[in-house]
């Protein structure tokens, strides 16, 4: 049964019940981790009343006014209270530089963070999965339950739904003269327009929709917790960390929890269900006896299951960002200045509205590298700002910046694959982290492809008013050689890391079609992780998407 819609302005008044301990440690459920997929999967599991249902989160429950502004995402992203602030090895494809990897820390996870760009990906992504034999699991199959998260505003129809928790909107005109700017350019280039990126014509220039409601944004927590937190059967806890899951023989019984420094046990009856992310999901699991032996016994873990491929297959975007000064025309170095900053937070807190009240990727593209695909295989942001304003924009510490602006760009579908490993036995200590970008030369084609397609774009007329010199890469960079020694020197993650639990019908897949963990009894991996490859665009829905379908097939067992 479907939930209303949300009403995020309870969050800060939960139960204090929820938050405190529990005197009985016996669940039905378990969920772990509290971010995309599993604030959807604790809620949806809790709507029937005769279960317990558990959700441990490793970080706070979320009360930071700021997290609900949608411009202080930039911030978020690069800052440390909400974030695991993940840092990656060295990477060879990136001349051994490493990378930033921001992954929510607190209750609503990534979504609590990030973008807020709601975008699905390609049909033909899903498709591609269930070729592989994972039967249910085509673009037609996993439809319905992207129609059930969403409450779209312009009404339900064949591809989008409404009522559902998570509010799906843009604003009616663009926060920038800049955004209509990019599109028209893109229709002077002879590129297509279109009107919705989860429509039936996602190719072309067009405005994203973002899960942002009332110019506040809502997370997966403030969608499907706010008001089913106040079930009986639904407990909730915060600044709780799982330490590895407790197995009896190979049947999982329950989870060691590290709260305020103390070690706790508490049981599940039906299920344990892993929804720690593509990073947290793979550590929980080798740090639990799960994974590739050689490895577990090298850090003196105790071998429970051999399953090799814990941890590997994991792939992310890489994004290289073309920009260009600005001339006559405001951009977003307006809101450098520390007066103006400040009062466009406070008017986005208290009533949802000004400049702080949208992230400023309103609009983008979908594009082909090559007119003969079939498909794009490129996707493009475009940002009225330099990316020293608009990515690390944080009104307590104002940077100077120029008027500027940029467009990003990368692979949809990226070849290089990458892993997840342990450092060491601790849970409190940071997996090894390599994403192994660019170690397919396809992957560094394709968006050097893409530089040339902006730098076109950005020559048309529709630009000509306000644009002033090539930032980046810079004019005297031509050659394909050049071009992929700037991508090589100043791409950067963009964030949507998939695949290290991957889902699959044959026998080296970590979980199989319902994402039952192989080698063991009673867990499930339900995020991102089990993506067996990457959507082609960002991540957020696509993970609501599977947790919603996950719900059902815990409640519904075939």
């Not at 490993?421 to 968006?447: C, E």
Request: proline residues 7%; glycine residues 10%.
């Amino acid at each position: 049964m479907l939930q209303g819609k949300a009403d995020t302005t309870r969050r800060s008044g939960w139960p204090k019940r929820k938050l405190q301990n529990v005197t009985d440690p016996h669940y039905d459920y378990i969920v772990i981790g509290a971010g995309s997929a599993g604030c959807v999967v604790a809620s949806r599991l809790s709507e029937d009343p005769k279960v317990r249902v558990l959700l441990v989160e490793a970080g706070g429950p979320g009360r930071d006014p700021l997290l609900r502004v949608p411009l202080m995402a930039g911030a978020l992203l690069r800052g440390r209270r909400h974030n695991w602030s993940y840092v990656t090895e060295p990477i060879p494809g990136l001349g051994e530089r490493r990378c930033k990897w921001p992954r929510g820390k607190v209750l609503g996870g990534s979504s609590a963070i990030n973008g807020m760009v709601h975008v699905r990906g390609l049909p033909s992504d899903y498709d591609a999965w269930a070729q592989t034999g994972l039967s249910g699991w085509s673009f037609d199959d996993v439809l319905p339950y992207f129609r059930r998260s969403e409450d779209f505003e312009s009404g339900a129809d064949e591809l989008h739904g409404a009522g559902g928790p998570l509010p799906v909107t843009r604003r009616e005109k663009p926060s920038s003269p800049l955004f209509e700017t990019f599109v028209a350019a893109g229709q002077q280039a002879g590129f297509p327009t279109t009107d919705d990126f989860n429509g039936p014509a996602p190719e072309g220039f067009g405005r994203y929709h973002f899960n942002i409601r009332g110019g506040r944004r809502v997370s997966a927590a403030d969608a499907y917790l706010t008001v089913q937190a106040d079930r009986p059967n639904l407990d909730i806890w915060p600044r709780t960390q799982a330490a590895r899951i407790l197995f009896d023989g190979c049947r999982a019984t329950g989870v060691e929890l590290i709260r305020s420094g103390q070690r706790i046990t508490v049981t599940a009856n039906r299920e344990i269900i892993l929804s720690g992310g593509t990073v947290n999901s793979p550590q929980l699991l080798m740090l639990s006896g799960v994974g590739d032996g050689e490895h577990l016994r090298r850090h003196g873990i105790p071998v429970v299951a051999e399953r090799k491929e814990i941890g590997r297959n994991l792939q992310d975007h890489a994004v290289v960002r073309v920009q260009y000064s600005a001339v006559g025309i405001n951009t977003l170095a307006r809101l450098m200045r520390v007066d103006r900053a400040v009062l466009a937070v406070v008017r986005a807190m208290l009533f949802g509205t000004g400049p702080a009240s949208t992230f400023p990727l309103e609009a983008g593209a979908y594009l082909k590298s090559d007119p003969a695909l079939d498909e794009p295989d490129l996707q493009s942001h475009f940002l009225p700002g330099l990316s020293t304003a608009a990515l690390n924009w944080n009104p307590l510490r104002p940077t100077n910046a120029e008027d500027g602006f940029f467009a990003n760009i990368y692979a949809m579908r990226p070849v290089s694959r990458g892993q997840i490993r342990l450092a060491g036995k601790d849970p409190l200590v940071a997996p090894s982290i390599q994403p192994n970008y660019f170690s397919d030369p396809d992957d560094i084609a394709r968006p050097r492809r893409g530089v040339r397609l902006l730098r076109h774009i950005f020559s048309q007329v529709a630009f000509d008013r306000c644009r002033g010199h090539e930032i980046g890469p810079g004019p005297e960079v031509t050659s394909d050689e050049e071009i992929d020694a700037w991508i090589r020197e100043t791409a950067d993650a963009v964030f949507h890391p998939v695949g290290t639990c991957r889902m699959g019908a044959d026998v080296d897949a970590v979980v199989d079609g319902e994402l039952r963990l192989r080698g063991v009894e009673g867990v499930r991996v339900v995020d991102a992780s089990v993506m067996p490859r990457i959507t082609s665009t960002n991540t957020h829905a696509p993970t609501v998407m599977i947790a919603e379908k996950a719900a059902d097939m815990i409640r519904q067992p075939r």
